[in-house]
């Protein structure tokens, strides 16, 4: 009776829970961070509704920091208006080596670090 019970509970959150909902990817043009902090910029997208391009795909096309470095901030949903609405993306993660300030792009937005 109680494997029935177990069983049951287990099935009914499986119905109702439904699937896991991706996190929004912030946008965060104009960073202020200390040395050994990161954060993420913004989300790279891929076709509409269709995943977002993989680490190795993205990584090649970033610009060279002289304040810090990118790395793979994981999925998520990230705003579009050439999709109208949230598509699935790719985080870029930049994390604050040296200090100073840069300016860059990322895939035709602009950003500017300063990093104390």
């Known amino acids: 009776m109680r494997l029935l019970a177990s069983a049951f509970i287990s099935a009914s959150f499986?119905?109702?829970a439904g699937p896991a909902?991706?996190?929004d990817i912030p946008f965060?043009?104009?960073?202020?961070?200390?040395v050994g902090k990161s954060i993420i910029l913004?989300?790279?997208r891929g076709d509409c509704g269709k995943p977002g391009p993989t680490w190795a795909?993205?990584?090649p096309k970033l610009p060279k920091s002289k304040t810090g470095s990118f790395s793979d901030g994981g999925t998520g949903m990230t705003p579009s208006g050439?999709?109208?609405g949230k598509t699935p993306a790719r985080a870029v993660r930049f994390t604050a080596k040296t200090k100073g300030e840069e300016r860059f792009t990322i895939?035709?937005?602009?950003?500017?670090i300063k990093v104390e």
């Open 21 to 23: 909902q991706a996190a």
């Open 14 to 16: 499986l119905l109702f």
């Open 82 to 84: 050439k999709c109208k």
């Open 42 to 44: 913004k989300g790279v």
């Open 28 to 34: 965060n043009p104009n960073v202020k961070l200390k």
């Open 107 to 112: 895939y035709q937005d602009g950003f500017s």
């Open 57 to 59: 795909q993205l990584a």
